[in-house]
């Protein structure tokens, strides 16, 4: 299930919580698709905090507590960690992430607070919801075959890579557009994860976290052409760093974007590689202007821009872009009917 369609599954469980509606959670995938991510903007969004619980790092009696005398009897010390409506929030998110790496000895210490939302003594505050996340089996990784009684507490989702939610996410907190441009001039370098090809010695390979990585190496090198390639492969991979690499070095001939969103009369470039690239710049451009004045006219004039790509999918990919990032705003621009009338006959069918 793609990103989007699991934070909006997400968000109603954690809402279901109040009713008593909540199922806990189970996140299927393989590392580096953002599972962790997802859950954390699912707390962002409610105002809620994370309780981050890394069951692989975990003794049984890290979650049952410790025991302590009172008198003749014994009694369990609740460990901190655990949500507690005083201490923490009366409501938020408890996350049992690397379950599937956990041992079984803690595995089975959590069946009783993940279904019954207790342990010993201790209980869930109501308000608080469970997620869970874990690697599969065959992602290389250090994995233990989920037991029935464990995995029968959750309802299961499997995450998948969508580029149009990465695009999404990545406008939205700033990611370099020459990344995104990349990516969708490559959509198949998104995340290229083969247990089989990794386990011959490359550690890096692409993914949604690591070419955030990339991102980050490319603000820290741009003004080092002979280091660019190397730091980008560190995150990536050698085939797709060096791929990246090469496009951004591509990039010096773009058109003048300034221009593009003050109306200007502005060619679009043959090469596809640069039109993914002037898709992607614009797109950014457009979700930048969104808290200025002149917003409407520098959309306007980018869907002006749109209509002009030789291959309209590439001007549906800009516009759709565009919309994730502003809204229902862009359909009060009156450029956009002329542009949606264009592109009516390829969006139906």
Request: proline share 7%.
């Amino acid at each position: 299930m793609r990103p989007s369609q699991l934070a909006f599954i997400l968000d109603r469980e954690f809402a279901s919580t109040a009713a008593g509606h909540h199922t806990p959670v189970m996140l299927w995938g393989p590392p580096g698709v953002g599972k962790s991510q997802i859950v954390a903007q699912v707390a962002a969004r409610h105002g809620v905090p994370v309780i981050d619980i890394r069951l692989s790092q975990m003794e049984p009696s890290d979650l049952r507590g410790i025991p302590f005398r009172v008198d003749d009897r014994v009694e369990w010390a609740v460990p901190a960690m655990l949500p507690d409506a005083q201490r923490h929030w009366p409501a938020g998110i408890l996350f049992l992430d690397e379950i599937t790496s956990a041992p079984p000895a803690v595995s089975a210490a959590a069946y009783q607070l993940i279904l019954d939302r207790r342990l010993g003594e201790y209980r869930v505050p109501p308000g608080w919801a469970i997620f869970a996340a874990g690697n599969r089996q065959g992602d290389r990784g250090v994995t233990y075959a989920m037991p029935a009684p464990l995995a029968n507490r959750f309802s299961h989702f499997e995450v998948e890579v969508n580029l149009d939610d990465w695009a999404a996410w990545a406008y939205a907190n700033g990611i370099d557009e020459r990344i995104v441009a990349f990516l969708r001039f490559k959509p198949e370098l998104v995340f290229d994860f083969d247990p089989a090809k990794n386990a011959g010695g490359e550690m890096a390979f692409p993914s949604p976290r690591s070419w955030e990585f990339a991102h980050r190496a490319l603000q820290k090198f741009s003004d080092h052409p002979e280091l660019l390639a190397g730091a980008l492969a560190a995150c990536v991979g050698h085939a797709a760093g060096i791929e990246c690499a090469a496009f951004i070095d591509s990039l010096d001939r773009l058109p003048d974007l300034d221009a593009i969103c003050a109306g200007q009369e502005v060619a679009v470039p043959a090469e596809i590689d640069l039109q993914y690239a002037v898709a992607a710049a614009l797109a950014g451009r457009a979700l930048r202007a969104k808290a200025g004045r002149d917003a409407e006219q520098v959309w306007g004039n980018i869907l002006d821009y749109a209509q002009r790509f030789p291959q309209r999918e590439m001007g549906v990919m800009l516009v759709s872009d565009m919309h994730r990032g502003i809204g229902q705003a862009l359909f009060a621009v009156p450029q956009f009917a002329p542009w949606a009338n264009a592109v009516a006959d390829l969006m139906l069918y």
